[in-house]
Each structure stands twice: as structure tokens, then as C-alpha cells.
């Protein structure tokens, strides 16, 4: 597919997020999905999970103490879980705070800033605007069915961007279909 016949609906659809009518529309649509992957790190999950099972093991361990259990028996087992629950509670303490969560407000400011991109798109040498369609993420899919072109156009808004109070902007995907008529 030529790129000539491709673009103008890109940019069109670009133009679209960035409409001055649409901006608290797409602001809104980000800060959900910006709540929708507001977790924490998967080593801190699996940190806070390892502390909870290491304290379960433990109690376990002292009520089969307190039951009369030779302490010889479970002193390697509990030392163990010991050790486990101390490295576990060591990433915990030098996980970096999470970021707080995107406001609409903060997301409007930015998209404010943005909303010249389209029509400097018009102008932009092909590389540069290559490198504008990267740094959003865009993902392009070809096919042609029954004499009908079919561009699924995928893209991740917030790669790359860094939040106002600190940290990345998690991805957040938005896959939009256009059909090329041949």
C-alpha cells in the first residue's frame, strides 16, 4: 500500500485526538487508563504476597511450638522463612513509591501543548513524522478482503511521556479500524 493513500487518514485521525471539542473526551479517556494500570511493580506484588505467606508459615510454626512440637524440628523451617520474609521486606523498603494517578486537569494541560501536532504534520519531512507515529506507538496491520483494504491502526498514547508528578505514563492502547475503499 502506498504511503500517500495511508497517511491522510493518520493524520486525520490525529487531528481528531487533538480537536479542541475532543480534548477533555480523550483526557478522560486516558486518566481511566491510567487508573486501569495504576499498579504497583511485579516485584512488589510478589514482595507484599512473600510477606503475608512467610508471617502464615511462622504463626503455623509457633502454634506447633505452643502444641509442644520439638523445637529442633522446625527450627530450620522457621529460620528459612525468617530469611525469606527479611529479603522480601527489603525490596519493599527500596521499591520507589509509586507514582500518584493522572489528573484530567494535568492530562488537558499536556494535550494542550500537543495541539499544534497536526497541522505541523502537513509540513514534517516523511523521518520525522516516521519518529511522531513511533513515539505514540503506532502499530499499522495491512490486509486486503473481498476488494476491501483493511488498516487496523493500533496505538499506545502515553509511551514515552512522563507524568507531571513523576515516573512514566503506563501504556494504555486505543485500536482504531479504517477501511481504504480500492
Do not use: N
Request: glycine content about 4%; charged content about 25%.
Amino acid at each position: 500500500m502506498r504511503e500517500d493513500r495511508l497517511l491522510p487518514h493518520l493524520d486525520a485521525w490525529l487531528a481528531r485526538l487533538f480537536a479542541p471539542d475532543r480534548i477533555e473526551e480523550v483526557a478522560s479517556l486516558v486518566v481511566a487508563a491510567d487508573a486501569e494500570s495504576h499498579r504497583e511493580e511485579p516485584a512488589v506484588t510478589q514482595a507484599r504476597a512473600a510477606v503475608v505467606d512467610c508471617r502464615r508459615r511462622l504463626d503455623r510454626y509457633l502454634q506447633a511450638l505452643e502444641a509442644g512440637m520439638d523445637p529442633a524440628l522446625i527450627a530450620a523451617r522457621t529460620a528459612e522463612v525468617q530469611r525469606q520474609q527479611a529479603a522480601a521486606e527489603a525490596t519493599l523498603a527500596s521499591a520507589p513509591p509509586a507514582p500518584p494517578p493522572l489528573t484530567v486537569e494535568q492530562v488537558v494541560d499536556t494535550l494542550a501543548t500537543l495541539h499544534r501536532i497536526p497541522s505541523l504534520l502537513a509540513d514534517a519531512a516523511p523521518e520525522d513524522r516516521g519518529e511522531l507515529y513511533r513515539s505514540l506507538g503506532v502499530l499499522l496491520v495491512y490486509r486486503r478482503l473481498e476488494g476491501v483494504e483493511q488498516v487496523k491502526l493500533q496505538v499506545k498514547l502515553g509511551v514515552d511521556l512522563e507524568r507531571v508528578g513523576g515516573g512514566p505514563c503506563p501504556s494504555a492502547t486505543r485500536v482504531t479500524v479504517f477501511d481504504l475503499a480500492a
